[in-house]
């Protein structure tokens, strides 16, 4: 296998929509025949698969989205018997739900690709030697990008996500040059140079490649200064395990869609209707390259927009916008995702109702955090010191063991919380 | 070169292909597979023209020639090589031969007609040879070589073949074979229908195996091969559980 880079990346606009044409149909027909889930639903809606005779028809067909995934969980969504899936990853829903996805040899053949694929935009060549410092395990994002890095022959270290400061020595003594993490692990990597007084000299780092969290353009400049390397932003749906969709070129100007293995929509939210090109909305993506685990119509919940102009990288491959908001509040914390109402049903096991509450988070040095604004009632203030400390415990403890973050709890009188209109539940100072 | 969007092709009622796209690049060997009634060899007529009862859009280099009759078809550059050979038994390897070249054949063309002989004698030499014996005696591997021959006397950009190991004993299959590889390599573009699919993958760059008459999978050869459904689709084995 050899890096396919060239063969898709300049294509042509019309030779790319007779392959999106034929992989699309091929898709649907092989959804329609082998998954009961896809044939219900296009029975429901009256279309059958020969209805699809254009790319445009895609916008007849119906929606997946999370929900549809975890109500077919665990394999009531593949496509192939279980002895063709060579490999299975999973993530959990918005109330910790299981997702399992799979993946043949051809799936996982294609995810190397694409992965190696977002290497060479970041620049990546077979001289480098590229630190992985991603998730290894369930979700595998450090693992696709490994089978990328290898393909194109540069020398990958395997660092996963943990120990930052083990990572900094890694990455000094074996003179890495590319490191590939989350942008809250290289934050966490400038504060381990500080501490233990490395200098940045001494470091042969040169390009990096964010994932899995949005990110502002402040922290990008903060980490490129810091770390004296170029970033390149890439992105995947942040609950479904598997490879990119798209990727940053060194223009750092929207990240390329891999068009020729997905299709990608921007629709209205609210209608579901497709909007035209330059529009925000939310981004629905359509899989056409996928055996086990065909998506069709995915809504990813993020908002978007697509831009068809050729780049200037050469690529014509279309460009959507980064990634900053979703139409679903789910929330990025240190690389954990969650959603406000999560917080909600864990307060209102421990309180018996739901109380009022409010989640501010911010960036405090490397580190995300997030203060949890409770309203309780004013007796708890008077009567006893030690249930007021109890019970704030409790709320942090449970909020750990069920979502994996460090909170602190905050509690605050009835009525404190939304006296300006303007109130959310959630107030995100890191994207300002 | 070749770019097929959405055909559908009919038997009087039956609908026989459910929307076919497909793209043949210049250069390439591309290889269609499927069972038997999946609707390969439907597709070599349609666009040879030999069904006319169709829907969709077949474009040569961008011309529209989705409603052209056969013998218009050949002309611009796309020839046929039926399942079975279908060759003119009574008649001479040689006529077979200038048969091919019947839709161009005129006085003034007769010296390229015999250089092209001549390049269909150096790639078959056995034809040479066996050039006054009549077609119906000839061997079965030598009748898929006439057949080949014949095809190529139209000088076409890209040579349908359907089904050209079919009946063939293992080592003429293999001859067979090599003589598509030499045909692309000297600039044929070929489009191979095969029930034998692993062999037909071995030597083509890309493929589709269609399945009831639609289009189930498309990739690089390598990537079809890797996949164990595709020889199910290629043994008719439709259904199965996700437990299996």
Known sequence: MSVESSRFDSITREELEQLQLERLQATVNRAYRSVTFYREAFDKAGIIPEDIDSLSKLSTLPFTSRETIIENYPYGMFAVPLREVVRLHCTTGPQGEPIVIGYTRNDIDHWTQISARVLQAAGVEKDDVVQICLDYGLFGEGLGFHYGAELIGASVIPGSDTDPKRQLLIMRDYRSTILLSTPSFALKLIAAVKESGISLASLQLRGGIFTGEPFSETTRLKIEEELKIKVINSYSPPEIPGPKIATECERKNGLHIFEDQFIPEIIDPQTGKVLPPGKEGELVITTIAKEAFPLIRYRTGDLTALDFSTCSCGRNLVRMRNVAERTDNMIIVNGVGFFPTQIGNILAKIEGAEPRFQLIIDREGTQDVMDIMVEVSESIFFDEMRRFHELKKRIEEQIYQILGINVRVKLVEKRSLFQEKSGKIVVDKRLK | ?244
Do not use: C
């Not at chain 2, 289009?215 to 439709?238: C, D, M, P, Q, T």
């Open chain 2, 1 to 244: 070169m070749l770019k097929i969007r959405n055909l559908r092709s009919f038997y009087g009622n039956l609908q026989a292909l459910k929307g076919i796209s497909l793209h043949i690049e210049a250069g390439e060997i591309v290889a269609l597979i499927g069972a038997n009634g999946a609707g390969k060899s439907t597709l070599l007529n349609s666009i040879s023209g030999v069904i006319s009862s169709k829907r969709g859009q077949i474009l040569l280099d961008g011309k529209d020639i989705t409603y052209f009759p056969p013998q218009r078809i050949v002309k611009e550059g796309i020839s046929l090589v039926p399942e079975g050979r279908q060759l003119f038994s009574p008649l001479s390897v040689m006529d077979n031969l200038l048969l091919g070249a019947y839709q161009r054949f005129s006085i003034k063309k007769k010296t390229q007609i015999e250089r092209d002989l001549e390049r269909v004698f150096q790639i078959f030499p056995i034809l040479k040879e066996r050039r006054k014996q009549v077609a119906g005696t000839l061997s079965g591997g030598e009748q898929q070589m006439l057949a080949i021959a014949r095809g190529l006397m139209s000088k076409p950009k890209i040579l349908l073949l359907d089904e050209p190991s079919m009946g063939l004993a293992p080592k003429i299959v293999q001859d067979i074979f090599r003589i598509i590889l030499r045909l692309r390599d000297e600039g044929t573009t070929i489009f191979l229908v095969e029930q034998n699919a692993q062999k037909a993958l071995e030597i083509a760059d890309r493929g589709y195996v269609i399945e009831t008459g639609r289009i189930v999978f498309e990739g690089k050869s390598e990537e079809l091969l890797g996949n164990r459904e595709i020889v199910r689709a290629y043994l008719g084995r439709g259904y199965r559980k996700v437990w299996e």
